[in-house]
Every structure is written in C-alpha cells, then in structure tokens.
C-alpha cells in the first residue's frame, strides 16, 4: 500500500471531465512539489504535470494540476478515447528521504 | 528525441546478482540526477534509487537498501543499478529515468524515460 492514496479508478463519458487526487502528509506533499505521470497501456510513463501545476511541452491544456496542503489532484477535461492509461503522482519525502509514487489511478472513458 | 536504453536485465535464482546499464547519445547524462524506477509485473510504479551528477550521493527506497548499488559513469554517459541477493519481489521492469538538474533533488521530475528492461527471479 503506498504512502501516497489515489483511487484504483475513475470513469467518465468523452467530453466530460475527471479528477485524480493524491493524498499524502506533511513530509511529502506537503512540504514537496508533486509531479504527475501518464502510463498507456505497454509503455514507458511520460511526465503530464511537474511542480504542482506546470505542464511540459507537449502536455494537452486540458490536463491540470493542482496542491493544498498534503493533497494534490491531477484533472482531464474534455475526455478523449486516448487518455485511458494510469495515471500516478509522485513526490520526495524528506522523512525517509526517498522518492514516493501513488498507487496509481486507471482513467477509464465510457 | 531524447532515448534512454536499457540493457542488461534477464531471469536470475533467488539470491543472485545482476547490473542493469542505461545508456543514451543524445543526452548529457552528467547535468541530471539520475534515478531507476521500476513496475512489478500488474502493479504500480515504485522509486528505487536516485544519484547526484557527481556520484557522490544516492538515496534508495527502504526495501533495497544493502543489496542495491546506483552508480554512473558521466565519461561513458551512462548510469548503472547493481543487484545483489536478489528476491522474488525484486521482479519487475526497471526504468532508468532523468531527475532534478539542480544540485539537490527533492522532486520526482522525469522528462526522460527509458523503455524498461524486464527482471525476473525465480528458481
């Protein structure tokens, strides 16, 4: 069981709009920026959202991030077809000084 | 296009020893930390290990420290995980992956992956 909580998975119909959170405590989230990954099915995980709420080159408008206190939420508007892959957040914990990833969340599109 | 490759994973027995090497030409390995990432097979993604550019410093998650040694070699561009006593639970794809270009790395931010390379341990 990670440290870090997400949900299993979430489902909606295309068009609509989910939202991932991660919950963690004060000596990672809370205190440590929090980046987001996108895994498709058989491939390597691709960076979506890096310092809470930037996106890279290359990452759609349509993903966002967010951070409040030891939780963050990853979230997809305008569902397509190909955003189905897990989805995971990660973050450092200074208390055990380690990288930690989220359980991983499936996004699912109806 | 930025390619980190992989090499040097395969099946083991229970307790024995395996280095994986990442390599890549289009990118200059000595400005990042360096981390390894692995997946058990239908399960999540789970941070093992990250360096300094200089080598002088690594982290590791708590179940491979001991047995597991990151190491890199900048005049090669290259970065290496060696694996001792190895279990069954070792098994999984292991990705190298870029990290922070700063001198300290408090954040898990890949831009660059590589494609995996498989461990299996079994008897």
């Known amino acids: 069981q990670s440290v870090l909580t997400q949900p299993p998975s979430v489902s909606a119909a295309p068009g609509q709009k989910v939202t991932i959170p991660c919950s963690g405590s004060?000596?990672?989230?809370?205190?440590?920026?929090v980046s987001w990954y996108q895994q498709l099915p058989g491939t390597a995980p691709k960076l979506l959202i890096y310092?809470?709420?930037k996106r890279p080159s290359g990452t759609p408008g349509r993903f966002s991030g967010s951070k409040s206190g030891t939780s963050a939420t990853l979230g997809i508007t305008g569902l397509q077809t190909g955003d189905e892959a897990d989805y995971y957040c990660a973050t450092w914990d200074h208390n055990v000084s380690a990288g930690l990833f989220g359980g991983g969340t499936k996004v699912t599109v109806l | 296009e930025v390619r980190l490759v992989e090499s040097g994973g395969g099946l083991v027995q229970p307790g024995g020893s395996l280095t994986l090497s990442c390599e890549t030409s289009?990118?200059?390995?000595?400005?990042?930390?360096m981390s390894w990432v692995r997946q058990a097979p239908g399960k999540g993604l789970e941070w093992v290990a990250h360096i300094r550019q200089d080598g002088n410093e690594q982290h590791y998650v708590d179940s491979v420290k001991g047995r597991f040694t990151i190491s890199r070699d900048n005049a090669k561009n290259s970065l290496y995980l060696q694996m001792n006593s190895l279990r069954a639970e070792d098994t999984a794809v292991y990705y190298c992956?870029?990290?922070?270009?700063?001198?300290?790395?408090?954040?898990?931010?890949?831009?660059?992956w590589g494609q995996g390379t498989l461990v299996t341990v079994s008897s």
């Open positions: 992956a870029s990290a922070c270009s700063g001198p300290s790395c408090t954040k898990l931010q890949s831009d660059y």
């Open positions: 004060s000596s990672n989230i809370g205190s440590n920026y």
């Open positions: 289009e990118f200059t390995l000595s400005n990042y930390w």
């Open positions: 310092e809470n709420n």
